[in-house]
């Protein structure tokens, strides 16, 4: 028990709980922020391991805040100015048109179906627009629909957060402002005022780091460092001025450094991306055992109505209306009118100015607390356990990516492309030069001109599109580069690439790539055999002809380069990995000039001639 009581004890289990739970709906395909919405709630409510108000006290308000200015800055690095080319004019209907249709509609329920007054149901109106990055973001890791679709929920999350938050405050204003000027215009003027300078804030700091980081003045080593305390800094500056304006501070200097150029910008994204994982997971345990017995005793009956309008009448409505004249497809609209989880902002928000206004005595302001949960747990299990049944459903679930990325073009990768597309898998080859792209194309298949790094940070390339990834250019230096850099996005073990020297197969690092074919064949031997004349072939499994046939019919160097399996995935051979391989499986090699079976059809016609000669030898000795 004393172990247990430990503050040390629990923050290292609200670590593991969340990064567990995370890992959970990895494996599992279940929302990861419904398993820590659970799981939050069994150590904290259910067996009292964790209590945070017991547990960090004072603490806890400025530990959640600061978490969530560091989880909107990363939301906001995300914010590429390149998406909205495709869903701009959707991202500024839902920010300016959905936002205050929402509003309007969600006082209105809350109003009249949870029986609250006109200011309470402003305030809970208010707050209920945002969705937020910590919502949004583990549910589109595990979602495949259309990136456009993608980027109007990402925008719509990471800019709506600190309206929804800014709306809450107007109001709070004006229900608590009791002198002479006591009035909308005035205060709106207040607020709006306080919001231009922490803008003024965050664009200030994005652009002098983005000037400081590339003109050396600040070192490698405490450039993440740097930036972190800068965003919380600016976070708190602005939070001084006016409550919940640091919000505005940190998202638009994320949305400023996301459209700069500067050095060191993706290591300082992934170290962004790691933290804000890391902060996601433990906010939500915080945030979900912070539900108490006490809270759920003041849940009425009524609020499902208001639960029920939310989700059926309130977003869809509002989303609809928005979108009416938009370039997205009905499809596209119903879905992003379903999907809207709301998360710790929402609760954060809610729970502040439920203190403030009972403190001031506002009757029925000790309501938003358990209306404000309810809506969370609500959203989160209805939108995050339907998002990928809606988008089926709808036809604009995608589905795992299926699809090959060959980054170098070769007469090699892109004879490798034809018997890929030939087993009906999508290819795509990605290089820098058009000329080389000129072969890939004329044979038909998918092509892409650019850098795959800067394409892939930029979002111009969906890598979740990919099943697996192969790096072929002539350059090792750049084949290591690529393997290393996309490894954290794809996957290291989704990433194979080619030698470029036989003598370095058995020194290469994981975080390289795996070297394809078992023998790690060097890039250059490789080009050499296709001049050859050598090809790649497809050889089906059976129980005729098995794979031990198989391996028993290849010559000197031809060897099994991947494993196409019956539920459509790609395996491929490497140093480090040799696949199962079952009957119906389909083999693709690199092979000689003949194929294994054309081999097995020679010997067999020379068995049929040799047996043919002895019978005939039999016959003339009879006669």
Excluded: C
Aim: proline content about 4%; overall charge negative.
């Amino acid at each position: 028990m004393i172990i247990v009581d430990s503050l040390m004890v629990k923050i290292a289990l609200i670590g593991l709980l969340g990064i567990g739970a995370q890992w959970v709906a990895w494996r599992t395909g279940r929302p990861a922020i419904a398993l820590m919405l659970i799981v939050g709630i069994i150590a904290g409510p259910f067996l009292g391991i964790i209590d945070p108000e017991r547990d960090f006290g004072a603490l806890q308000e400025p530990i959640v805040k600061l978490a969530v200015a560091v989880i909107l800055f990363e939301g906001g690095l995300s914010l590429n100015f390149r998406e909205l080319r495709q869903a701009g004019g959707a991202v500024f209907m839902m920010i300016f048109i959905a936002g205050p249709i929402a509003w309007a509609l969600g006082a209105g329920a809350a109003h009249y179906g949870a029986g609250l007054s006109w200011e309470i149901s402003a305030l809970l109106g208010g707050i209920m627009i945002v969705t937020g990055p910590t919502v949004i973001g583990p549910m589109l890791r595990t979602l495949r629909v259309p990136s456009r679709v993608k980027s109007v929920l990402k925008w719509e999350g990471i800019v709506n957060d600190p309206i929804g938050a800014l709306l809450a405050v107007g109001i709070y204003a004006y229900i608590t402002y009791e002198g002479a000027n006591a009035n909308i215009a005035a205060i709106s003027i207040d607020v709006l005022a306080a919001s231009f300078l922490a803008g003024l804030i965050g664009a200030a700091l994005g652009f002098a780091i983005t000037w400081l980081f590339p003109r050396g003045y600040v070192p490698e080593f405490l450039k993440a460092p740097f930036l972190l305390i800068t965003v919380i800094g600016g976070f708190v500056t602005a939070d001084l001025i006016m409550h919940e304006t640091g919000l505005i501070t940190v998202t638009v200097m994320g949305v400023v450094m996301a459209n700069r150029t500067i050095y060191s910008s993706q290591a300082l994204h992934r170290f962004k991306e790691d933290l804000s994982v890391l902060l996601i997971s433990g906010v939500f345990i915080i945030l979900s055992a912070t539900l108490d017995m006490e809270t759920v005793q003041q849940f009425r009956p009524q609020f499902i109505i208001f639960l029920i309008l939310l989700l059926f009448v309130v977003r869809p409505l509002s989303v609809l209306i928005a979108l009416l004249f938009s370039s997205l497809s009905w499809r596209e609209r119903l879905f992003i009118a379903w999907i809207a989880p709301r998360g710790i902002v929402a609760v954060a928000v809610t729970g502040l100015f439920a203190i403030r206004l009972t403190d001031y005595g506002l009757p029925g302001a000790e309501a938003l607390v358990p209306l404000s949960f309810a809506v969370v747990i609500a959203t989160i299990f209805a939108h995050g356990f339907s998002a990928n049944w809606v988008a089926g459903r709808l036809g604009i679930n995608e589905g795992k990516g299926k699809g090959i990325l060959i980054v170098g073009s070769t007469r090699w990768s892109v004879a490798l492309g034809k018997i890929l597309k030939s087993l009906d898998i999508e290819v795509l080859i990605a290089d820098t030069s058009l000329f080389a792209l000129r072969h890939a194309r004329s044979e038909k298949l998918g092509v892409h001109h650019g850098d795959i790094l800067d394409e892939a940070h930029n979002d111009n390339i969906d890598l979740s599109q990919f099943q697996h990834m192969i790096i072929a250019t002539e350059n090792d230096s750049e084949n290591r580069l690529i393997a290393a850099d996309l490894g954290p996005e794809m996957g290291f073990e989704q990433i194979s690439r080619l030698a470029n020297d036989n003598g370095m197969k058995n020194n290469h690092r994981p975080r390289h790539g795996r070297l394809l074919f078992e023998s790690g064949a060097d890039f250059n031997s490789l080009i050499d055999r296709e001049r050859e004349g050598w090809r790649f072939s497809k050889t089906r499994i059976t129980e005729i002809f098995s794979y031990k046939e198989y391996r028993n019919n290849l010559d000197k160097d031809e060897e099994p380069l991947a494993v196409f399996k019956e539920d459509r995935r790609l395996l491929f051979f490497s140093t480090d990995t040799k696949p199962v391989v079952e009957e119906g499986d389909i083999i693709i090699s690199f092979v000689a000039p003949d194929t294994p079976e054309e081999r097995k059809a020679d010997r067999a016609a020379k068995d049929a001639d040799k047996n043919g000669d002895t019978k005939n030898n039999d016959m003339k000795n009879d006669a």
